[in-house]
């Protein structure tokens, strides 16, 4: 697949909110720090980690037969490497350094980077096509949430029945996203960019 089809397929298709159901906890909650801040750290962390971790899989897992043990190899690789980041981000002083530990560590707590790199490891990329995968997946991650960021805004002032107002009518207005998104058919985006 080219590098094109991987992003739109890795954005929309494969979208990790929408298909997978990985991070969540994000489109319940309101957003109370910075989205680029959040978006910075997630592809930070992605970065780092699928880079990692693909040329582990590559180097040691899949050469010896060990396959099987990928979750728990990739859960224990990632976890110290996300307290890593995070203490490097806390070791600078100043307000951006500290708000980029509370977005490393809440990434760490809905588990994208660990999702996102065993979604890309298991579709046998190179190395260039792991890393393109990973930042598209985390900007379609941030896609999503934006989008429902702005469904809620618009619900909070639109007459909706109080029953319905959060929770339920975020969660409909996201199945509906995820329909339209996997209408972005893996097979009609690679024939679009052949």
Known sequence: MSWIGIILVSVFSANVLFTYGLGSCAMLRKAQSSIAIDLLSLLLTNFIASALLWSFDALVL????????KVVVFALIIAPLTKFLSQLAGSNS??????????????????????????????????????VASIASALGYFSAVLLLDSVRRRMEISGIPSTLRNGPAILISAGLMAMAFSGIDRFLVVNLVK
């Open 62 to 69: 899949r050469p010896f037969g060990l396959d099987v043990f």
């Open 94 to 131: 100043g307000s951006f350094s500290s708000s980029l530990l509370g977005a490393i560590d809440e990434s760490t707590l809905s588990c994208l980077v660990f999702g996102i790199a065993l979604i890309v490891t298991n579709k046998d990329y190179g190395l260039g096509e792991a890393l």
